[in-house]
């Protein structure tokens, strides 16, 4: 038996328990970013993926609180400085991390919450974060809201300008899941770390004869 759901019968928690259940494991963009007034900021998000290689396009989802519909740090000073960095998020780094979502008052640095290590970037303002192996400085493009509501989400769509990569996680020049040992988001409080046993490969298939 299946259960199905009209969406426009579901509360908004009803609809992102079952969103973030059933679209995972989704992959972590810890996003750094600064107030107008130079106020560091740090805050997950697995709303998240990439999009294009050329120019390298990726995007996030700093959504309303489903709670009151209020907008959150990182989209407020998105829209204000038009700068980030976003880092992808490690089995070593997970605890710290999940401090970093708590939902502290604007101008609380998350580095220091956190403990995790600011460092300067290049070509934007915000810092990027030490210990995670791959790190993309960026610039917002576009800032797409998808709605009003408490839930609604507000789609970051950002360019890469930097990519930093430690050489400890490549592997023939090329990064190698084991060492990255990435987690990914699933529903509840469930995380998911792709490496070791969860790995598998698949060769791609051949092309079709012509
Ligand atoms: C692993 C993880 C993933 C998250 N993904 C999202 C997300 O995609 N969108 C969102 O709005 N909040 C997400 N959150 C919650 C935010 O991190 C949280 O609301 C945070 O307080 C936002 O911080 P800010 O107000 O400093 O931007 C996530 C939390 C965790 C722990």
Redesign the pocket.
Known sequence: MMKSLFAKELSPKETLEIL?GGVSP?P??L?S?LSQDGKR????????NAFGSNPPIIA??????TRDGG???????LIQTKECVVQV?TYAM?KQ??V?????K?G?D?FLESGLTPIPSLKVKPSRVKESPFQMECVLKQMVPLGEKPGS??LAICEVLVFHIAESVTKNGVMHPDLLDL?A?NGGHF?TRASGKALFELEKPPLPPS
């Open positions: 973030t989704r972590i963009a996003v970013t900021n740090l805050a997950p998000f697995s709303f998240f996030f989802s700093p959504a309303r609180k907008l959150k740090d990182t989209y407020n000073n998020v997970a991390v999940n970093c979502s708590a939902e502290f604007p609380v998350e989400g507000n987690v988001r995380y």
